[in-house]
């Protein structure tokens, strides 16, 4: 089981940053790929950004750019979010992958971005 806590979310101006923060507890060695998803109102979760144990990063095109997905030790994963903009509005979860692939969620953290 592996358990996950996120913070970092809030309201921020369009041009704004916000840094939002995940970190696991539980059976942290099982932990491979650790994944950002967001959900806005009354569209599908989708993935913003995901890292794995390697390092290795991949990013949403609508993101790239802009946020920075960081992993510096097994049981915490960051997403730096610059030039922020309305559209980035969302409950941001964070997601973690097991080397056997079970999966596990935070409870979610909002992000609001103001025009």
């Known amino acids: 089981q592996v358990q996950l806590v996120e913070s970092g979310g809030g309201l921020v101006q369009a041009g704004g940053s916000l840094r939002l923060s995940c970190a696991a507890s539980?059976?942290?060695?099982?932990?491979?790929?650790m994944v950002w998803y967001r959900q806005a109102p009354g569209k599908q979760r989708e993935l913003v950004a995901s890292i794995t144990r390697s390092g290795t990063t991949n990013y949403a095109d609508s993101v790239k750019g802009r946020f920075t997905i960081s992993r510096p030790n097994a049981k915490n994963t960051y997403l730096q979010m610059n030039s922020l903009q309305p559209e980035d509005t969302a409950v941001y979860y964070c997601?973690?992958?097991?080397?056997?692939?079970?999966?596990?969620w935070g409870q979610g953290t909002q992000v609001t971005v103001s025009s």
């Open positions: 997601n973690v992958v097991t080397v056997s692939e079970s999966r596990y």
């Open positions: 539980g059976s942290i060695s099982r932990i491979n790929g």
